[in-house]
Nanobody
Framework: VQLQASGGGLVQAGGSLTLSCAAS????????MGWYRQRPGSERELVAS???????NYTDSVKGRFTVSGDNAKNTAYLLMNSLKPEDTAVYYC?????????????????WGQGTLVTVSS
């Protein structure tokens, strides 16, 4: 399973960016996708996630500013980030939970994409 993330960049505070993450590979179901971020000197944290059934979840600090969405047909998740703040500066990673056959075993497996840097200037 490969996750291709894109959309990071440099933006001024108050601006917007949209991240996208496309999943590909030999999975049967894409159960959920999530966006995590890792700020300098901090641990990786969950920002937002969305299930195949469109149930979304957000960390408190981004509620009302970020919107996560998914396109099941394209196996792609998006993170629309509005009203960006300097403290949103981080490397953002996408994550996918998929149902697949791996090593002769059916199960739900977790994969990470490469990070994309979001820098918010004040």
């Amino acid at each position: 399973v490969q996750l291709q993330a894109s959309g990071g960049g440099l933006v001024q505070a108050g601006g917007s960016l949209t991240l996208s993450c496309a999943a590909s590979g030999s999975f049967v179901n894409l159960n959920a996708m999530g966006w995590y971020r890792q700020r300098p000197g901090s641990e990786r944290e969950l920002v937002a996630s969305i299930t195949r059934t469109k149930i979304a979840n957000y960390t408190d600090s981004v509620k009302g500013r970020f919107t996560v969405s998914g396109d099941n047909a394209k196996n792609t998740a998006y993170l629309l980030m509005n009203s960006l703040k300097p403290e949103d500066t981080a490397v953002y990673y996408c994550n996918a939970d998929v149902l697949m056959l791996r090593d002769s075993r059916w199960g739900n497996y977790n994969y990470w994409g490469q990070g994309t840097l979001v820098t918010v200037s004040s």
